[in-house]
């Protein structure tokens, strides 16, 4: 596998922002078991911090599922079975921002955000790696973001070429 111009599972980085999607749908193709599961359920952790779990928190669940290559059985799977006690994040900067984005466009799918939800979003984002204030801006960002009615696909979009996980 050539390592040059190609991330670790062989797709063209210039490519993840592109309008197909295709490159950004395979970021965590190449993750254990336990990172598709632990992904699973840090989406819904999100969604239910506030103790409810809404339909359009679902619909973003469903949705960031998709993008992130995760399949139906991957899903059907986390929620049959307990998060994992101990999880390496996956090793691509950009599968871990994009769940990250993901998550906080989950918490926010609601038009609210509940401090409980934030909660469960920094110990998710500090469990990828960032800093609670890294997770703090793009909790922020996104919330700004979508609460313009901007399509929160140009929005993650937007967002990961400027973090430089694009």
């Known amino acids: 596998m050539s390592t040059g111009a190609h991330g670790r599972n062989g797709h063209d980085p210039s490519q993840i922002g592109s309008p197909s999607g295709d490159a950004r749908r395979h970021w965590l193709a190449d993750a254990t078991s336990e990172q598709r599961q632990a992904a699973v359920h840090a989406l819904i952790a999100v969604a239910t911090g506030d103790g409810k779990l809404r339909a359009e928190e679902k619909a973003a669940i469903a949705a960031a599922c998709e993008r992130l290559g995760l399949t139906s059985i991957d899903v059907a799977h986390a929620l049959s079975t307990s998060m ?83």
Not at 108 to 130: H, P, T
């Open 84 to 166: 994992p006690a101990c999880v390496e994040p996956p090793a691509e900067m950009g599968a871990r921002t994009q769940l990250l984005l993901d998550c906080a466009a989950v918490m926010v799918a609601d038009n609210r955000i509940d401090d409980r939800e934030l909660a469960v979003l920094l110990m998710v984002g500090r469990s990828l790696g960032f800093t609670a204030k890294e997770v703090g801006n793009i909790a922020a960002r996104v919330a700004q973001a979508l609460a313009s009615s901007q399509r929160r696909h140009s929005v993650i979009e937007r967002l990961l070429d400027e973090m430089g996980a694009g």
